[in-house]
């Protein structure tokens, strides 16, 4: 099973510990051109492709630079990398968690998602259809109140489980970086300091950068897919809720050894993964 070596419990109101690659202020000093958050509501897309791709942190920066003449960045309540707090939800058996393993046609992600900058909070559904397209579903949560009637019955609408079925089993911290190309064609994430917990354990991912692009599907043509694939990177399936599961839990964990060997290539002093059996 996937064992965590070395692995020291962290609370997330410690992440100011945490070896930080990149800076808020770092990213002020470079040139982007700010928008807000409702220009961001220009890149809508009728059809749209995702990539996702994994890097080391430390190639961040350089990217940074040879991004802002093509992309705006951001700004979310005067902070240019907010950071973001999510607590996902399954069943005792981790039922969502091996429909993602075991890659079954439709499956589902149930999480709470703290926008940190905001204050706002949502629960949120992902589901993944039987024809690949990836749906969002969310309601916004008011005092962290879970057992009201509004909860139970948006669950009962979005997922084929029951909401006394669900319990936490994984809690995720990073900081985002998001940017939108000078055409409204393309937004893409670049999400750091990446943290995996349960109650008794915690993943330090502040080695990696993961990053993902969303484009129009008749406009495909992207400033960063080229310099990544120029530099040498291939696009890969990662969620941090199955790697989290994966490395914390003893689970069936076959499918993403590959990924858990990836991310052992970009190791650091903070976690040290090992995906033997």
Not at 68 to 80: F, K, P, S
Not at 96 to 125: C, I, Q, W
Not at 129 to 155: H, P, W, Y
Not at 219 to 228: A, G, R, T, V
């Amino acid at each position: 099973m996937a064992q965590l070596v070395n692995l020291k419990a962290e609370k997330f109101s410690n992440t100011s510990k945490m070896t930080q690659l990149l800076s808020e202020k770092d990213i002020r000093n470079l040139n982007f051109k700010c928008i807000g958050l409702n220009d961001v509501g220009k890149a809508q897309f009728m059809r749209r492709i995702d990539s996702k791709y994994l890097v080391p942190a430390q190639w961040a920066n350089e990217f940074l630079l040879r991004l802002q003449q093509h992309y705006y960045i951001v700004e979310n309540r005067a902070l240019l990398m907010p950071e973001y707090y999510s607590e996902y939800f399954d069943t005792n058996n981790l039922s969502m968690y091996l429909a993602h393993h075991n890659k079954r046609p439709k499956r589902y992600k149930v999480r709470v998602r703290h926008y940190l900058a905001s204050g706002d909070t949502f629960l949120e559904v992902k589901i993944r259809t039987q024809s690949g397209e990836t749906l969002k579903k969310r309601i916004e949560i008011q005092n962290n109140a879970l057992n009201s009637q509004a909860v139970e019955n948006f669950i009962k609408e979005t997922v084929p489980y029951r909401l006394d079925e669900l319990s936490k089993t994984l809690e995720t911290i990073f900081n985002r970086i998001t940017l939108v190309s000078f055409d409204f064609n393309e937004r893409v994430t670049m999400d750091f300091n990446i943290l995996l917990k349960n109650s008794s354990q915690t993943v330090n991912l502040s080695s990696i950068c993961l990053i993902e692009s969303k484009r129009d599907k008749y406009h495909s043509s992207s400033h960063l897919i080229n310099l990544l694939k120029h530099s040498g990177f291939r696009q890969t399936g990662f969620s941090k809720y199955s790697i989290g599961c994966a490395l914390i839990y003893k689970v069936k964990t076959n499918n993403f050894k590959p990924l858990i060997h990836q991310l052992n290539q970009y190791k650091n002093e903070h976690a040290l993964v090992d995906a033997s059996s």
